[in-house]
C-alpha cells in the first residue's frame, strides 16, 4: 500500500512555474498495488477550485514507452478534504506506476460536468527506487540531479 500523509500537494491551474516538488513524502507507491493516493489542493490564481461534478484524467507515457490515460477516483473522503474547496484525495489505480524511470509526458487533466477541458497541469514525472519527484507546469530545462545521481551508477556498474 502507498505511504502518504495529509499534506497536500497544490496545483494551481494557472499559474505555473518551472519548479520541482520532491513529493517523497506525500507519496509512495508500489507497483501493482491498488488506492494508492496523493492529496491535492487545486486552485486557479491561488483561489481554491470547486471539484464538485469533474473528471480527473491522469495520462503520459511511461519509462517503458506505453501510453496511459487513467479516469482517476478523487473523493473528499479523509479528515481535511472537502471538494468545493478543492481539497481531495486522488486514488491512482494498480495499473499506473509499473516501471521505475520517467515519465518526460504526464499530466492530469481535469474536466469539467459538460465534458470540457478545464486545465492540463503538465508534469515530468521521475519515479525511483524510493523517491518519486514531479516537475509540474513548463518543464523542459529542468534537471533532477536525483536522477543524475542515479544514473551513474546504473552507467558505472
Not at 521505475?100 to 497541469?121: L, P, R
Amino acid at each position: 500500500m502507498a505511504v502518504a500523509n495529509n499534506q497536500y500537494i497544490n496545483f494551481d491551474l494557472l499559474r505555473y512555474q518551472n519548479e520541482v516538488l520532491d513529493i517523497t513524502n506525500k507519496f509512495k507507491g508500489r507497483v501493482g498495488d491498488t488506492q494508492d493516493y496523493i492529496k491535492l489542493f487545486v486552485t486557479s490564481n491561488n483561489y481554491p477550485v470547486d471539484l464538485r461534478g469533474m473528471k480527473l484524467l491522469f495520462g503520459g507515457v511511461d519509462p517503458k514507452q506505453q501510453a496511459h490515460r487513467h479516469y482517476l477516483d478523487f473523493r473528499a473522503d479523509q479528515k481535511t478534504d472537502n471538494l468545493e474547496q478543492g481539497r481531495c484525495t486522488v486514488y491512482f489505480d494498480e495499473n499506473t506506476f509499473n516501471y521505475q524511470g520517467t515519465w518526460e509526458q504526464a499530466y492530469f487533466k481535469f474536466i469539467d460536468a459538460n465534458g470540457n477541458t478545464v486545465s492540463t497541469v503538465d508534469m515530468v514525472l521521475v519515479v525511483l527506487q524510493d523517491r518519486f519527484y514531479a516537475a509540474v507546469g513548463q518543464t523542459a530545462n529542468i534537471a533532477i540531479d536525483e536522477f543524475e545521481k542515479e544514473y551513474e551508477k546504473v552507467r558505472e556498474a
